[in-house]
Nanobody, 127 residues
């Protein structure tokens, strides 16, 4: 069983930065994709960024140039560096993992019911 635990959320002013981390445990397999989703109150969950063990990445258009996804495969840790944060980035952020998807599929929300999920962590950006 795969377990995902997020850390690093919090509150920041507009224009500020935060780095989220997601530590994975359990059998992930040699090839997998890990990524971040977010859900704001009253809105649907959306894929934010994802990265494969081979380094392939994908981003939600609205975060391109501001967010950077990376991973340490040896330590099974996923990161999301978020710069120039905006109030519209306020949401609960969730870590996800899949053995079956490519990054663009994960961000697109494909087969999300088959993902492993973390418990979520709050990010709040104030004006």
């Amino acid at each position: 069983q795969v377990r995902l635990v997020e850390s690093g959320g919090g509150s920041v002013q507009s224009g500020g930065s935060l780095r989220l981390s997601c530590t994975a445990s359990g059998a992930m397999g040699r090839s997998n994709v890990m990524g971040w989703f977010r859900q704001a109150p009253g809105k649907e969950r959306e894929g934010v960024a994802a990265i494969h063990t081979d380094g392939d990445k994908e981003y939600l258009n609205s975060v391109k140039g501001r967010f950077t996804v990376s991973r340490d495969n040896a330590k099974k840790i996923l990161y999301l560096q978020m710069n120039d944060l905006k109030p519209e980035d306020t949401a609960m952020y969730y870590c996800a993992a899949s053995r079956f998807l490519r990054p663009w599929q994960m961000v697109d929300g494909a087969a999300s019911e088959s993902n492993y999920w973390g418990q979520g962590i709050q990010v709040t950006v104030s004006t």
